[in-house]
């Protein structure tokens, strides 16, 4: 490190300097890590877009944990689980039972927005916000593993032996949206995520100025190549950094309805048309218009749009072409063929498309894009599994998971996607939300099945699940019940729904002053003051010493309280 810092004597030596590092980079790039992982740019272009001074993240030490752990359950058909953490008690209290955390946005959105102004999942609070939630959390995460080491290192052996290890220090994965605007937006929003510590961060493809909530309707896509561009930037900006952070690509084109543009002839198959000469002469945009003009607002002016798009027979034109096809005066047998082989080559552009229709004999097909498009400009997109496959296939060789967006859990919908995902890219891995905006009781499942859902889909590859909003929902209800029962049964009803439990399940929170870190300070003051320390916060008369080994008190369980005061971090 001190030669980098250094200045060079010469501009030989200069060059010399950035060769080595250029090397160090491409031999870093040939590592198993990053075997599947395709680059556009050059080892050159990340070292000519580094400083001099090289610097080391503490977020790249748990990618490395976080890649292990993804790789070895995906090998082994199993699945890591979690969800989104709101607090540092709950990170605290993930790390015993979970081996990733999750930070959802849309839990920021509602409750952490840096601009302190609640509100829904639409991608509009300060781009800041995700990443200071991260930041948070890891804070809390590197205390308590050294709040634990101080405890254990005050322990005898035998002690030490009784008390279980935590590994406080568990990847964070972190919702970085759209990536908040542009690509440079987009390589910043990942360097606030690097240096504050998350091991993983996840983009999806929705367009920026209109994004949604993964369970909302009007979600609007950007392009294929736009969002390969994104992830394209993210990995950039962990290369500069020289960080192995995982990189999630989130597709949410099962149930999207519109796309930004047609400028990708990867999506052309998609975007629907109208199919109705009849509408030919006169757009929805200028339908639209004309009622506006006329006066039409709200609902009237939505029923001129229904009317419009249920004139116009929307469809995309691999199925237009299908349908003539189908309605060719030609025997049977001929017209099987003709379909088979319209199937086989009507994946791409819209130009090659109207090429082979004509080949196979299907004539000038009326289709239109242009005419259903929104007031808004945006095509209409015809969401499907087929089409989360399509884009996951391309923005697998940019990214380390695949993530689809779902609107419901679905067995056949996890098959559908991880088989064809598996014929294009064998070794992908793949993520699952278990989301709580499903109504699982409503699934159709039984709790059986609900019991082995996440070990079903693991088998298929979905390597990391989790569950969004669950530390947002048993927050709300442990609040909203705890509250309703104190105010009708007042100190009995916490002693019975908070402290006892606290005590049965061995909840370190039951002595909180010792959780809060009271007594590693206590050791920093002795450290300080030559081992002893007259202002001890955990001197004689805390009162947490009621908690201490029979002291549970009538109608109570003194039983563990002893083993919390002792042993819990």
Same mark, same amino acid.
């Given at each position: 490190?001190?030669s980098?810092?250094?200045?060079?004597?010469?501009?030989?030596?200069?060059?010399?300097?950035f060769?080595?590092?250029v090397?160090?980079v491409e031999a870093w790039?040939?590592t198993?890590?990053?075997?599947?992982?395709r680059?556009p740019?050059a080892a050159?272009?990340v070292?000519?877009?580094?400083?001099?001074?090289r610097?080391?993240?503490?977020?790249d030490?748990?990618a490395?944990?976080?890649?292990?752990?993804?790789k070895?359950?995906?090998?082994?058909?199993?699945?890591a689980?979690?969800?989104?953490?709101?607090?540092?008690v709950?990170?605290?209290?993930?790390a015993?039972?979970?081996?990733?955390?999750?930070?959802?946005g849309?839990?920021?959105s509602?409750?952490?927005?840096?601009?302190?102004e609640p509100?829904p999942?639409l991608a509009?609070?300060?781009y800041?916000?995700?990443?200071?939630?991260?930041?948070?959390?890891?804070?809390?995460?590197?205390?308590?593993?050294?709040?634990?080491?101080?405890?254990r290192?005050a322990?005898t052996?035998?002690e030490?032996?009784r008390?279980?290890?935590?590994?406080?220090?568990?990847?964070?994965?972190?919702?970085?949206?759209?990536?908040?605007?542009?690509?440079?937006a987009?390589v910043?929003?990942?360097k606030l995520?690097v240096?504050?510590?998350a091991?993983?961060?996840?983009?999806?493809?929705?367009?920026?100025?209109?994004?949604?909530?993964?369970?909302?309707?009007g979600?609007v896509?950007?392009?294929?190549?736009?969002?390969?561009?994104r992830?394209?930037?993210?990995?950039?900006q962990?290369?500069?950094?020289?960080v192995?952070?995982?990189?999630?690509a989130?597709t949410?084109a099962?149930?999207?309805?519109?796309?930004?543009?047609n400028?990708?002839?990867?999506?052309?198959? +998609?975007?629907?048309?109208a199919?109705? /000469?009849?509408?030919a %002469?006169?757009?929805l945009?200028v339908?639209?218009? @004309? &009622? !506006?003009a006329?006066?039409k607002?709200?609902?009237?002016?939505?029923?001129?749009?229904?009317?419009?798009?249920?004139?116009?027979r929307?469809r995309?034109?691999?199925?237009?072409?299908?349908?003539?096809?189908?309605?060719?005066?030609v025997?049977e047998?001929?017209?099987?063929?003709r379909?088979a082989?319209?199937?086989?080559?009507s994946?791409?552009?819209?130009?090659?498309?109207?090429?082979?229709?004509?080949r196979?004999?299907?004539?000038e097909? +009326?289709?239109?894009?242009?005419?259903? /498009?929104?007031r808004? %400009?945006?095509?209409?997109f015809q969401?499907?599994? @087929? &089409? !989360?496959i399509?884009?996951g296939?391309a923005?697998?060789?940019?990214a380390?998971l695949?993530?689809?967006?779902?609107?419901?859990p679905?067995m056949?919908?996890?098959r559908?996607?991880?088989?064809?995902?598996?014929?294009?890219h064998?070794?992908?891995?793949?993520?699952y939300?278990?989301?709580?905006s499903?109504?699982w009781?409503?699934?159709?499942?039984?709790?059986?099945?609900?019991?082995?859902?996440?070990?079903?889909?693991?088998?298929?590859?979905f390597?990391?699940?989790?569950?969004?909003?669950?530390?947002?929902h048993?927050?709300?209800?442990?609040a909203?019940?705890f &509250?309703?029962?104190?105010?009708?049964?007042g100190?009995?009803a916490?002693v019975?729904?908070?402290?006892?439990e606290?005590?049965?399940?061995?909840?370190?929170?039951?002595?909180?002053q010792?959780w809060?870190?009271?007594?590693?300070?206590?050791?920093?003051?002795?450290?300080?003051q030559?081992?002893i320390?007259s202002?001890?916060?955990m001197?004689?008369?805390?009162t947490?010493?009621?908690f201490?080994?029979?002291s549970?008190?009538?109608g109570?369980?003194?039983?563990?309280?002893?083993d919390?005061?002792?042993?819990?971090?």
């Amino acid at each position: 490190m001190a030669s980098y810092l250094a200045v060079p004597s010469t501009i030989m030596e200069e060059e010399g300097r950035f060769a080595a590092e250029v090397a160090e980079v491409e031999a870093w790039w040939r590592t198993e890590r990053f075997r599947l992982t395709r680059r556009p740019y050059a080892a050159a272009d990340v070292v000519a877009l580094r400083g001099t001074l090289r610097q080391a993240y503490a977020s790249d030490q748990l990618a490395k944990k976080l890649w292990k752990t993804l790789k070895s359950h995906h090998a082994a058909g199993t699945a890591a689980r979690t969800f989104g953490a709101l607090d540092p008690v709950q990170v605290t209290m993930m790390a015993k039972h979970l081996d990733t955390v999750y930070v959802s946005g849309w839990q920021c959105s509602s409750t952490h927005s840096t601009s302190n102004e609640p509100g829904p999942d639409l991608a509009d609070y300060p781009y800041d916000t995700v990443p200071n939630k991260v930041e948070q959390l890891f804070f809390a995460q590197q205390f308590h593993d050294r709040k634990q080491r101080e405890a254990r290192m005050a322990m005898t052996r035998e002690e030490r032996a009784r008390v279980p290890f935590v590994d406080y220090l568990k990847p964070i994965i972190a919702d970085g949206d759209t990536g908040f605007g542009g690509a440079t937006a987009t390589v910043k929003l990942c360097k606030l995520f690097v240096e504050r510590g998350a091991a993983g961060v996840h983009l999806e493809d929705q367009s920026s100025s209109t994004k949604k909530c993964g369970h909302m309707a009007g979600k609007v896509l950007v392009s294929v190549g736009e969002h390969v561009n994104r992830l394209v930037a993210a990995r950039l900006q962990f290369d500069i950094m020289g960080v192995e952070t995982v990189l999630v690509a989130r597709t949410d084109a099962v149930a999207a309805t519109l796309i930004q543009t047609n400028v990708d002839a990867r999506d052309h198959r +998609f975007i629907l048309g109208a199919t109705n /000469r009849a509408a030919a %002469g006169r757009s929805l945009a200028v339908a639209l218009a @004309e &009622a !506006a003009a006329a006066g039409k607002a709200g609902a009237e002016l939505q029923a001129v749009e229904d009317r419009w798009l249920a004139g116009a027979r929307l469809r995309t034109f691999p199925d237009s072409v299908s349908d003539a096809l189908r309605n060719l005066n030609v025997d049977e047998e001929e017209r099987r063929r003709r379909v088979a082989e319209w199937e086989r080559v009507s994946g791409g552009s819209h130009e090659e498309a109207r090429a082979a229709a004509r080949r196979l004999g299907a004539g000038e097909v +009326f289709w239109d894009w242009d005419l259903p /498009r929104t007031r808004e %400009g945006f095509y209409r997109f015809q969401g499907s599994v @087929e &089409a !989360a496959i399509a884009r996951g296939v391309a923005f697998f060789p940019h990214a380390d998971l695949i993530w689809m967006e779902t609107s419901r859990p679905d067995m056949a919908e996890c098959r559908s996607f991880a088989e064809g995902m598996r014929r294009e890219h064998p070794e992908a891995m793949l993520a699952y939300n278990l989301s709580p905006s499903f109504n699982w009781d409503a699934s159709g499942m039984t709790d059986q099945q609900m019991r082995e859902f996440i070990p079903a889909i693991a088998k298929l590859g979905f390597c990391w699940q989790f569950i969004t909003l669950a530390g947002f929902h048993a927050d709300a209800l442990v609040a909203e019940t705890f &509250a309703g029962d104190f105010a009708r049964r007042g100190m009995l009803a916490y002693v019975e729904r908070i402290q006892r439990e606290e005590r049965r399940h061995g909840v370190e929170t039951l002595a909180h002053q010792k959780w809060s870190g009271a007594n590693y300070y206590d050791r920093v003051l002795k450290t300080v003051q030559g081992g002893i320390s007259s202002t001890a916060a955990m001197g004689k008369g805390v009162t947490e010493e009621q908690f201490e080994e029979g002291s549970g008190g009538p109608g109570g369980d003194a039983g563990g309280a002893a083993d919390i005061a002792k042993s819990k971090m």
